[in-house]
């Protein structure tokens, strides 16, 4: 089934040369069908290519899917044109009236900031607080993950030593959860960080679950609500060449920055990365989708609770 992204969305043209199907708004509107509405709050500053990267994750499932995007009108982007957010992009403030079967919060390059001070914090708040009774489930990714689960449940984040960066290997604490469907014992996922959580934090809290972790990046995916909010730590999401961009990135501009790990063959940037992360990425969203949204969503998405 197609995904249902607004008409002439830039990611369409390079997500046509990967065969991935896709319908615009007004094709999608002449059918009888509900899709599943999906939101995404992108807070990723290059907001294209997260489009993209989200979008060629979600394209996977089986499930007819209309993405819309959200921002939040307390922060300008100073990276992607006003006119593409403009055209792509509503505020929060006309989307909180409605109910969504999905939702997605993105990243940010916040980690060295305390949640208070961040200029949009308190919208972001009223977003999370929103997401709570008139979303089915909810992923939060990276940054978004430390900021869902110090709103909810008073989660600090600590920074580390060094950046958390490369790909790494991760054990399932709950195997049996269908969001774990068809996984391999382990899976590899990327991470791109300054901060974490730790574990005994989250232990203290009642109805919070690690059910993943990685003996060298920590604590990675924990659920709560039975699924309905799921936080993770990595990026599944990214594109081969991403880490390879940020890495060149900073060393173009000669910030203090350590290869990423278990990434360039033989630790070679030259080399073309390995990718180790593709068919974990596609289970997890995958199953997110049948499973905590297109599973547990009331037919009538007004009935969302």
């Given amino acids: 089934m197609p995904l249902i992204l607004p008409d002439n969305l830039p990611a369409i043209e390079e997500l046509k040369q990967e065969n991935i199907f896709t319908m615009g708004y007004k094709r999608a509107d002449s059918q009888q069908i509900r899709p599943l509405r999906l939101a995404v709050l992108n807070l990723m500053p290059i907001k294209i290519t997260t489009e993209t990267d989200f979008i060629r994750i979600l394209s996977n499932s089986a499930l007819q899917i209309q993405v819309e995007f959200m921002k939040i009108k307390s922060h300008t982007s100073k990276n992607t044109p006003v006119e593409h957010m403009m055209a792509f992009y509503r505020n929060f403030e006309d989307m909180k009236k409605e109910k969504y079967d999905g939702l997605i919060v993105t990243g940010a390059p916040l980690e060295f ?25 909810t992923i939060y990714v990276c940054w978004a993950a430390f900021a869902g689960l110090y709103h909810f449940y008073n989660i600090p984040k600590y920074n580390t030593p060094a950046k958390v960066f490369g790909v790494f290997e991760h054990k399932m604490l709950a195997p049996e959860l269908p969001l774990f469907r068809g996984f391999d014992d382990v899976f590899f996922a990327p991470h791109s960080r300054h901060c974490e959580v730790r574990r005994e934090d989250v232990e203290k809290v009642p109805g919070l679950n690690i059910i993943a972790e990685s003996d060298k990046a920590g604590v990675t995916i924990v659920s709560a609500r039975d699924g309905r909010e799921i936080f993770i730590t990595c990026h599944l999401e990214y594109s ?15 910030l203090p920055i350590n290869m990423p790990s278990n990434y360039y063959p033989n630790d070679d940037p030259s080399k073309e990365p390995v990718v180790r992360w593709r068919a974990a990425a596609n289970l997890l969203y995958t199953n997110w989708l049948n499973y905590y949204v297109y599973q547990e969503t009331p037919y009538n998405i007004n009935d969302i609770e």
Avoid: C, M
């Avoid at 081969?240 to 000669?254: F, I, M, N, Q, S």
């Fill in 113 to 137: 900031i305390d949640y208070e001070d961040v200029t949009y914090w308190e919208e972001l708040q009223d977003v999370f607080n929103w997401a709570h009774h008139n979303v089915t489930s």
């Fill in 240 to 254: 081969p060449l991403t880490l390879d961009g940020e890495y060149k990135r900073d060393v173009a501009k000669r």
